[in-house]
């Protein structure tokens, strides 16, 4: 139905239109005809008008000045179009209304509104038929269009006339209500249909149309759109669907601004279209929506071009690579229909060609409609941003931002965020806060930084600046981060091969942008174990909780005393019960309150490694030099000059080079809670230049990673690159202080530590071993870096705890300049190191090296060139080679480091500045603490976090230690000085000093599998190959102060320092086997290579009381702190309990047959010829020969000596150690004389030599020999006591007095003065070694023993064998007769022996000489300190009451409560050290506290008493656990000697052999002689055998006395009476064999002295010269003769029984030195035999300990017969005897108890009777010849009392014969002088 009306009237015209109901079906094919026609007809109706060019032709509508009014109304149309063979279409709407009014009041205003009620397009093949109305909220798939309901209200305002004062306004309101589009491709194709069916002409009109629009533009408008409820879909065969939800969409614009609000925005996919229908929710109702938005509010600013966006709500995106793919998919589909609409729009002949992409299409669009005037500014503000990406179906990244401000002004944009969050898996990961990004043209700051680096030729670049308040990145505890992150790099591969893949790259990219970085704060975490930080808070509160509880239970402990005192006995015990069980049951109620609030106030720790930096700025310069590929390869070959780069060249596939410069304030790095920082660093400035590089691998190194995209893509391979992203680096860093704190405590977490850094990145896909990190770092890390530190510090921990802070090394460089470059450290400055002990020895710095120049150059052994990391090519698991079976594929076999050899050198020699001295402090607390130290760092680690427990099966990691091959240490210094102090009082101590100096090392690592089964750690096994070491002019001193103990710490004037040993030069050389014979290769016929060669050159040494005092000293701090040590261990008392019941078993002293001891470093030296050590030892021999007088020598006895027989072997494998002093002296001055003795030997030798392994008996032992060879040995002493003389002025020989022989040049006057080499010789000394005596004339010495040679051999034998040595010896034959076996051979075959032997000595001394002598070795050579000699006898004592005891297992417990009681006092003194330690820092910063420094005294004087104490608890210790030890293993001893004496072996053995001696007494000018003794074939054995028995052996072959003064009557004093024969005849032997004491009486099995017959002449005046040169100043004649020669005063015991003052001690019971020292003391006065009564009172223990060491129980004593031929001539009154023969008996006794003076007493009374009857029976003989004589001579004068007084006197000087007692006080040879 239409309806239509007209209406005109004065004023207006109005017309209405009316149309319902109407529907059209249009067929193309049918109206295409008569379309053509009415195109033609109008045609030709333009024709006329444009031929006739005129405008009058050409009819007008007639102006119409009234009001018009149109209003028009269509209600139910559909249209139905079928387009050729395309798919119909349908249009409908329900309802149009359109009204219009034109009205002219002032102006031209029109006015037009237009209402569209459900409009509907359809498109599809069944469109054209009729449906039932549109569902609400539902989308049906095929309409391409509906809204629901649109209106637009509008109006157009013209002022009239030619005025430009108001311009024209037009005003529009269009609301729209449920919009639906749907883009197909069904929808496309028809929309183009349609378009190119209408008149081309019309596309000509919207072109015309563009330039009218702009030239409008002047006009004023203003729009207000509101639309809701908008679906957008796009529709994809392939991919289904995608819809885009808008809520509310509202945009208000003018001519100035234009702002378009969006309420609930959703972008979602629907991956399937089954259903016809699709509901349309609101957007917060859209499920799993990909994209979603609750506001977003643009503003755009046309007068300035200025845009601003801003979202009050929070964005929300969520992206999976199969959502990307739908997305991707509806883009390229609705790309499609975009380019077809354009193709139909504009042709392609006169536009450009099609687009790419929107973008291009919007700025095309752009450029050709609005041409850019100026940059687009904008603002972007977002409340709120969480995206979410899925990388894989189980792993995802979050991003979350707040209010995101971005801001474009110009060239410049700005982004600034106050929180940005991302996670990965649910992990907050980082954490990014005050967060500020900019992207600038030009900065000025970037030009500054530009300014240092004068090689970078861009001078200006645009920068990218990014800077936050703090950044925080934090790794949960066992997360794999590194899965997740190659999931999404590969998913990033993805999307750029996806987007990318076609595109052409551009010739030349463009320069990159500067960055500039700025973080205020940094921190890295790796979080920790939950449970281990629970389980240590636990702990911590449990040790809190029971400190709290014992301060209760001590507070209830005295209320219950405080209640017992005031009510008594009445206090009920349940009362008292019960107040303890409610304060434990309080107790553990208060730990669970606790435990509950543990975490209340106090966060708990989740850290395990924290890494923070503050104030961090970073900048990377770009520039035109390293930009691009070529120029990138250039620097990486100048950066990496080392490496060899390929010919073929790199392809890379990243690079990059940039200029770096950077500055950080601190640089923490702490694990967990520990107090000290892992790294410390502060004010770190960091320039340079860093480039990196990324290799592209060949086919077989590029790795497919597998997306999953699903239905209907399918999977998706991506290509990764496998070589890794490599840097080239040259850095130079300025560092104020670098500290780093280390120690093996820290190792379990650093093992925790280094496995979250393996999570970090992901192990290669290569099948290889992965690389250790030293490896690792070779590959990746290329370049130089320079660091120039201030202070660098490295701290050692030595203790188990990690919590403490006060027990570490400390490493101190000052001003240190470190240089790293490619396999070398380089340190320059000045190192201490000091040990830090929390106690009065903390800040000991024990070493200073100044101006130290320290190399370390590593060598990587590899397979292949270890700096070709381009050579290394990774394989896929696809592409591996074939490799032999049982072997593993190995990208990295040339590249891998096999070892690594270690060089340092340690330079001292450079100057720069004022020169200082290196020197090194050392106490002995400080040794023990190294020792402890070592102990730590050399410990053992167990495993951490390994196994299937806790899920970690891979292989345990290499230590670095452990990849050592070879160390060696250089070492140069122009002086060094060392200190070694004993105490902190520094009141004994060492002082070594030596000029330029040169230490070389070499040291090999052998690591030894253990055996067994179960897997365990490889033993590292060190051994020295090489060590050479030179120094000159070095002297030691001895240094002793007089400050005590509690003196303060410091080396002063007040150091009191004595001269101990100085040489000018020592040189040390060790070589291995192998090297020493590549040395020796062009040496022939020089096999004598030694393993150890020490060479000492003029060497002088000092020993007096004073050194010898500080001396004993040391040594006893040293014995002291071990014994200490050693009673405190758990080995004390380990082995000592014996049950008594079962019998002892004797341990065999050999291994079993095939030992397996370990291994030792020697079994790497080959074996060398035999016969080199005889060879050798021959050799040295024939050179010895030449320095000694010669004299024939009995090679009879020598060659019996066991020392010789056994060194001169030729089965010598090693000759490990030959130690030569060339020009060495010693002086020894004695304590009670003045003058000085010195020794000195122009050559010495001392060699050891290691022999094959060889079986004796059943036992296989290695032997060990040592040589010892000294020529040219001199003897000097002074030769009367000088009394000006000083001590510290030391007298030293010439060198040329001392070296080797030489001939004597006639024409020197000074050696003509000389006396030559001649005994006896006076000698000129020097003070200065460096100076001659002509410098400096000092006094002369004398020289006593001329020039001789001495050797000394020693053999031991041991059962550590080397298994290789030992495997190549057979075992032995056993005999076919055992039985005959030599039983003597089977004892000695392999005996410990040491043999002495000293062919000719030519002595010569006057008394003073002598005295001197028997000082010096009295004071110097056997003393023994008296605390030495005191701990004897306590000893004695102690192991005298255990012997006595019935049951010495009591001791035990005795023993175990001493050492808790000695470990109490060492803890306590540790604790009264550190509370000193804690008041000395308290006292650095208050000095003048007086509290303070009172309470530090009060420790000082405690801490003396404690040590004292403990001091005197340790001996006692020792003594007990030393006793008890010795009385268990003599018991075991005892009983198995009665179970088994056929075992008994020998164990050591002795000897000393003189071939010729010949010593001459002087007078005291030294040159007149008094006597000559002469002795040859002098030989002393003494053997030990296992059950602790000995055998003494004295031989003397001949000996002789001759008088040398003047006219002597008998020039022969004492010989035997048979001439010298050579052979086995004796002169003298004398033969005892010891038995073990017992009940402390020393056991003498048998003695025997031998003596062949001898002939004595002897005159008065020779014995008075002797008595006066062996005990000048004393009276012969006078002394005292006691009472010992009376039989019946004699006892059994040894003990006086009339006079309590002869109190007689032995030798045995004062220790080996004591005896020996009374029995050469020369101290007149005090007789030998008696002591002073002790003061303090004895008790019974004492008195039976002392008889017992007094007494000796002789078995069997046998001696023969002895003639004498005795002569004598007396003074001039005297009688004088000639060829007196008398016979001393034959003497034997069996089991008598005697002292030493009872023995030589009762041989002294048997020998007297005897003699007495043959003195008299010759003086009947002799008297009728005597007196016949003398009655022809003097007849009547003699009378008869004077013949008897003759006779007297010469019994007296014969056998001691006191006649009638007349003269008691003579003494006769058989007494016991002084």
């Known amino acids: 139905m239409l309806q239509a009306s007209l209406q005109v009237m004065a004023i207006d015209i109005s017309v209405a239109v009316t149309l319902s109901t109407c529907i059209v079906h249009y067929r193309h094919q049918e109206f295409s005809h008569w379309l053509g026609m009415l195109a033609l007809a109008q045609e030709r109706a333009w024709l006329p008008a444009s031929a006739s060019g005129g405008g009058g032709s050409i009819r007008r509508m007639p102006q119409i000045l009234a009001t018009i009014i149109l209003s028009a109304s269509v209600s139910n149309v559909s249209l139905s179009v079928q387009l050729g063979d395309m798919l119909p279409f349908a249009l409908g709407f329900h309802s149009v209304s359109v009204d219009y009014q034109h009205l002219r009041p002032q102006s031209v205003h029109q006015r037009a509104a237009l209402v569209v009620d459900h409009f509907c397009w359809r498109v599809g093949a069944d469109s054209h038929i009729q449906r039932a109305p549109h569902p609400p909220n539902m989308h049906v798939w095929g309409e391409a269009l509906i809204l629901d309901s649109f209106s637009v209200q509008g109006s157009y305002n013209q002022p009239l006339g030619t005025s430009t004062a108001h311009a024209d306004t037009l005003f529009l309101d269009c609301t729209l209500r449920g919009l639906q589009v749907e883009c197909s491709d069904t929808c496309s194709e028809c929309l183009s249909r349609v378009l190119s069916l209408l008149h081309p002409r019309n596309a000509e009109s919207l072109e015309s149309l563009q330039p009218s629009l702009v030239e409008d533009l002047g006009i004023l408008w203003k729009v207000d759109l509101r639309v809701e409820d908008v679906n957008l879909f796009t529709l994809s065969s392939l991919a289904g669907a995608a819809e885009v939800r808008v809520d509310t969409l509202t945009v208000l614009g003018s001519a100035e601004s234009c702002t378009v609000s969006v309420q609930g925005v959703a972008l979602a996919l629907v991956k399937s279209v089954t259903e016809k229908m699709q509901p349309c929710c609101k957007a917060p109702a859209i499920p799993s929506p990909v994209a979603s938005l609750s506001a977003l509010s643009l503003t755009y600013r046309s007068s300035i071009c200025f845009l601003e966006v801003q979202s009050g709500e929070s964005l929300s995106i969520q992206w999976s690579p199969p959502d990307h793919m739908y997305l991707f998919q509806h883009f390229l589909a609705t790309l499609q229909c975009y380019k077809m609409l354009q193709g139909t729009l504009s042709p392609p002949s006169s536009h450009a060609p099609a687009l790419q992409g929107p973008e291009d299409a919007d700025g095309a669009s752009a450029t050709e409609c609005f041409p850019p005037k100026r940059l687009l500014g904008f603002t972007l503000e977002l409340s709120s941003l969480k995206v979410t990406a899925f990388v894989s179906e189980t792993h995802y990244l979050s991003l979350a931002a707040e209010r995101v401000q971005v801001n474009r002004h110009g060239a410049s944009l700005h982004a600034y965020c106050p929180g940005l969050a991302a996670g990965f898996d649910g992990n907050g990961i980082f954490a990014l806060k005050e967060v500020e990004a900019q992207a600038l043209p030009e900065l000025e700051e970037m030009i500054l930084h530009r300014g240092p680096f004068p090689a970078l030729t861009s001078l200006r670049n645009r920068v ?242 597998v997306l999953q995209l699903g239905a209907p893509w399918g999977d998706v391979t991506v290509e990764r690159n496998m070589p890794p992203l490599k840097f080239y680096h040259d850095f130079h860093s300025e560092v104020f202080q670098y500290t780093i704190v280390w120690g093996p405590c820290w190792d379990p977490a650093w093992t925790l530590i280094g496995q979250a850094v393996d999570l970090l990145t992901k192990p290669s896909e290569d099948p290889s071993p992965p690389l250790p990190w030293w490896d690792k770092s070779r590959l990746l890390f290329h370049g130089n870096w320079h660091m120039e530190i201030e202070q660098a510090n490295l701290h050692q921990v030595a203790t188990e705890d990690p919590y ?94 096999e070892n690594l050899n270690l060089s340092i050198r340690m330079d001292l020699t450079r100057h720069s500045g004022e020169p200082s001295q290196p020197r090194i402090l050392l106490y002995s607390s400080t040794l023990r603490w190294m020792q402890n130290f070592w102990a730590t760092w050399t410990s053992v680690t167990r495993p951490i976090c390994r196994g299937k427990l806790f899920g970690n099966m891979k292989p345990s990691k290499k230590k670095l230690g452990q990849h050592y091959r070879q160390l060696s240490f250089t070492a140069l210094f122009p002086k060094l000085q060392v200190h070694y102090w004993a105490s902190f009082a520094q009141q004994r101590g060492i002082q070594l000093e030596c000029a330029q100096g040169h230490i070389f090392t070499r040291g090999t690592q052998r690591l030894i599998p253990q055996a067994g089964t179960v897997m365990r750690r490889l033993i590292s096994e060190w051994s020295i190959t090489q060590m050479v070491s030179d120094l000159s002019l070095v002297t030691v001193h001895l240094m002793a102060s007089t400050c005590d103990e509690n003196a303060d710490h410091r080396l002063d004037l007040l150091v009191k320092k004595t001269h101990l040993l100085s040489l000018s030069s020592l040189t040390y050389q060790r070589h291995s086997a192998r090297t020493a014979e590549e040395e020796l290769l062009p040496r022939e016929g020089d096999d004598a290579f030694h393993t150890h060669q020490l060479q000492l050159v003029d060497l002088r040494a000092s020993w007096t009381t004073t050194n010898r005092d500080i001396a004993f000293g040391l040594y006893d701090g040293y014995k002291k702190s071990a014994v200490l040590k050693r009673n405190l261990s758990t080995e004390a008392m380990k082995g000592l309990k014996i049950d008594p019941q079962l019998p002892a078993k004797k341990f065999k002293r050999g291994p079993p047959p095939s030992p397996q001891p370990p291994l030792r470093a020697s079994s790497n030296r080959t074996e060398r010829s035999p016969s080199g050590g005889a060879y050798m030892l021959q050799k040295l021999i024939e050179e010895t020969d030449k320095f000694v007088v010669f004299t024939e020598e009995e090679s009879g006895v020598s060659e019996q000596l066991c020392g010789i027989a056994a060194c001169q072997t030729d089965d010598i494998f090693n000759r490990n150690c030959l130690i030569e002093l060339v020009n060495c002296q010693m002086v020894l001055r004695g304590a009670e004389t003045e003058g000085c003795v010195i020794v000195s030997a122009a050559k010495a030798q001392l060699l050891q030599c290691q022999h094959h392994p060889a079986w004796y008996g059943d036992t296989l032992k290695q032997k060990t020999s040592w040589t010892c060879l000294l020529d040219g040995m001199q003897y000097f002493a002074t030769t009367e006591s000088s009394p000006s003389e000083h001590e510290d002025m030391q007298l030293w020989l010439e060198v040329k007095n001392i070296e080797e022989h030489r001939q004597r040049s006639l024409d020197s006057v000074q050696e003509l003065m000389e006396s030559g080499q001649a005994v006896g010789g006076m000698v000129s000394t020097t003070t200065d070694w460096n100076q001659p005596h002509e410098v400096q004339p000092t006094q002369q010495v004398q020289r006593i023993i001329s020039r001789c040679s001495c050797r000394m051999y020693y053999i031991s034998y041991s059962h550590d064998i080397n298994p290789e040595l030992a495997a190549q010896i057979k075992p032995p034959q056993l005999p076919a007769n055992p039985d005959k076996d030599d039983l003597l051979k089977k004892q000695e075959g392999a005996v410990d022996t040491f043999t002495l032997i000293h062919h000719d000595l030519e002595i010569s001394t006057n008394p003073a000489q002598y005295a001197m002598i028997l000082d010096i070795v009295n004071n110097l050579l056997l003393h023994v300190e008296p605390k030495r000699k005191e701990h004897s006898e306590k000893k004695q004592r102690v192991r005298f009451q255990l012997e006595i005891s019935s049951n010495p297992e009591e001791q035990r417990s005795s023993i175990l409560h001493l050492q808790e009681a000695v470990r109490q006092h060492v803890a306590h003194i540790r604790h009264l050290e550190k509370q000193m330690y804690s008041n000395m820092k308290s006292l650095q910063g208050d000095s003048r506290n007086e509290a303070l420094l009172e309470a530090n005294q009060q420790l000082q004087q405690q801490l003396s008493r404690e040590k004292a104490e403990l001091q005197r608890e340790s001996e006692e210790l020792n003594i007990l656990i030393r006793c008890f030890k010795d009385f268990q293993l003599q018991r075991a001893n005892k009983m198995e000697l009665r179970k088994q004496p056929e075992d008994v072996s020998v164990a050591r053995r002795t000897e000393f052999y003189f071939a010729q001696a010949r010593w001459r007494l002087t007078e005291e000018d030294g040159q007149l002689g008094i006597a000559e003794l002469e002795l040859q074939r002098f030989l002393y054995s003494k053997v030990n055998k296992s059950d602790d028995t000995a055998e003494h052996l004295l031989e003397l072959g001949w000996f002789t006395m001759n008088n040398l003064l003047p006219n002597a009557v008998y020039k022969v004093v004492l010989r035997p009476q ?70 019946s005063k004699l006892v059994t015991t040894g003990m ?175 007494s016991r002088h002084k």
Not at 1643 to 1648: A, D, L, P
Not at 1657 to 1669: A, D, E, I, P, Y
Not at 1808 to 1825: D, G
């Open 464 to 705: 990218w600046v990014l800077s936050c308040a703090s950044a925080a990145v934090e790794f949960p505890y066992q997360y794999d981060f590194s899965a997740t992150l190659d999931e999404a790099l590969g998913v990033q591969k993805w999307l750029k091969g996806l987007h990318y893949a076609g595109r052409q790259p551009a010739r030349e990219p463009d320069l990159p942008p500067d960055l500039l970085l700025k973080v205020q704060q940094f921190s890295w975490v790796f979080l920790d174990d939950v449970f281990e930080v629970k389980l240590r808070d636990n702990y911590e509160l449990m040790k809190d909780e029971s400190k709290e509880s014992a301060k209760r239970l001590g507070l209830l402990d005295a209320k219950v005393a405080a209640l017992r005192k005031q009510h008594g006995e009445l206090l009920p015990a349940r009362k008292i019960e019960e107040l303890y069980a409610s304060l434990e049951k309080k107790n553990i109620e208060i730990y669970i309150q606790r435990s509950h609030r543990l975490y209340g106030n106090t966060p708990m720790r989740k850290a395990l490694l924290t890494w923070t930096l503050s104030d961090l700025e970073l900048v990377a310069l770009a520039d035109e030099t390293f930009h691009g590929a070529e120029r990138v390869l250039q620097q990486v070959q100048e950066l990496d000059s080392v490496s060899p780069f390929p010919p073929e060249g790199l392809e890379l596939v990243t690079h990059w080079c940039r200029m770096v410069k950077g500055s950080v304030k601190t640089f923490l790095v702490r694990i967990r809670d520990y107090p000290r920082y892992l790294f410390e660093i502060r004010d770190w400035r960091l320039s340079g230049r860093l480039a990196g590089a990324e290799q592209r691998g060949p086919p077989c190194s590029r790795r497919r990673q």
């Open 804 to 897: 403490n802070t006060t027990e570490n090394m400390h490493w101190e460089w000052s001003r240190l300049s470190f240089h790293w470059q490619p396999g070398q450290f380089v340190f320059k400055g000045d190192l201490d190191v000091n040990v830090r002990t929390a106690s009065k020895y903390d800040d000991c710095c024990f070493l200073h090296l100044p101006q130290l120049c320290m190399t370390l150059d590593l060598t990587w052994l590899c397979h292949g060139n270890p700096h070709d990391h381009h050579g290394v090519v990774l394989r896929s698991p696809e592409f591996l080679p074939e490799v032999p079976v049982g072997q593993q594929h190995d990208s990295y076999r040339a590249f891998r480091s």
């Open 1618 to 1687: 048979s001439a010298c024969q050579s052979g086995r005849q004796l002169a003298l032997r004398i033969f005892s064999k010891v038995r073990p004491p017992v009940g402390g009486i020393s056991i003498k099995e048998h003695f025997e002295v031998n003596v062949v017959p001898l002939t004595i002449q002897l005159t008065h005046q020779f014995f008075q010269r002797m008595m006066g040169f062996f005990f000048p100043g004393r009276n012969v004649e006078e002394e005292e003769v006691g009472d010992e020669e009376d039989k």
């Open 1696 to 1870: 006086p029984v009339v006079k309590p003052r002869q109190l007689m001690v032995s030798e045995d019971s004062l220790g080996p030195g004591k005896g020996m020292a009374q029995g050469l003391n020369r101290t007149s006065g005090v007789r030998r035999s008696f002591r002073k009564t002790p003061e303090h009172p004895v008790d019974d223990i004492d008195k039976m300990k002392e008889r017992a060491a007094m007494n000796n129980s002789f078995i069997y004593i046998k001696i023969p017969q002895v003639p004498l031929c005795v002569s004598y001539k007396g003074e001039k009154n005297s009688v004088d005897w000639g060829d007196l023969n008398l016979v001393l008996p034959f003497l034997e006794y069996h089991n008598n108890t005697w002292t030493w003076l009872d023995f030589a007493m009762a041989v002294k009374r048997d020998s007297r009777k005897a003699l007495v009857a043959q003195v008299i029976k010759e003086k009947l003989r002799l008297k009728p010849a005597a007196g016949s004589e003398s009655r022809g001579k003097q007849e009547g004068k003699l009378e008869g009392h004077v013949q008897q007084q003759e006779e007297d006197e010469k019994a007296r000087l014969l056998i001691g014969l006191s006649v009638g007692e007349k003269n008691p006080g003579k003494k006769s040879i058989f």
